[in-house]
């Protein structure tokens, strides 16, 4: 077993024991905490577009995905996540089209995600603080039944670095399918990004 197997692992045992923990406590108690003025933005924010997007055509999906990455998502930090084998070795250009090939790969995952949504809202959950100052929102839908951890950050401003559904990282699904297709392409970045990019 690899270390990056190793690390998701112990990441995915942690997320799991949050969820748990998140799960065992009063819902009142995490009630009261959604009182932060930017911590409801964002949930507002979310469900507003999870609403939005109930019965949409592709197309319109997508359209509405895209102003919902660029408004909830801190896309950059997600690419750094994610680009961490290439980071180093990869020149002004090559980091801008990646981080436009993983922008459409957020895009078609938030448009896959919500394909059959019913545009039920997420329900609070409850709200930690995290490493770094984050703050974890953690929420849960019913049609269909997910759970979802948000990692909030901003001075001004919240966005979120990275989401959890069902304790899965979309920082690390990027970073696994960045590797795979530099895997593919024989370490190839231009390929990789093109591929990233369809």
Request: proline letters at 2%; a positive charge; glycine letters at 8%.
């Amino acid at each position: 077993m690899g270390m990056g197997c190793l690390s998701r692992c112990r990441f995915t045992v942690l997320v799991r024991f949050l969820i748990l923990l998140l799960l065992s406590c009063n819902g009142s108690a995490f009630a009261q905490q959604l009182t932060d003025p930017k911590v409801k933005e964002v949930f507002v924010a979310i469900n507003k577009d999870i609403t939005a997007l109930a019965g949409r055509s592709e197309a319109e999906a997508t359209e509405i995905c895209g102003r919902v990455v660029a408004n909830i998502m801190d896309i950059d930090a997600v690419v750094k996540g994610a680009s961490s084998r290439i980071s180093d070795k990869m020149t002004a250009k090559q980091r801008a089209d990646y981080g436009a090939a993983a922008l459409r790969w957020a895009i078609r995952n938030c448009v896959q995600r919500n394909k059959d949504g019913a545009g039920v809202p997420m329900e609070f959950v409850g709200l930690r603080e995290g490493e770094g100052g984050d703050r974890l929102l953690a929420t849960r839908s019913s049609q269909p039944a997910h759970f979802v951890i948000w990692r909030l950050r901003g001075a001004g401003k919240l966005r979120a670095v990275d989401l959890l559904l069902d304790g899965v990282s979309m920082t690390l699904q990027l970073r696994d399918e960045t590797n795979t297709l530099l895997e593919q392409h024989n370490n190839d970045i231009d390929q990789t990004i093109a591929a990233l990019h369809r």
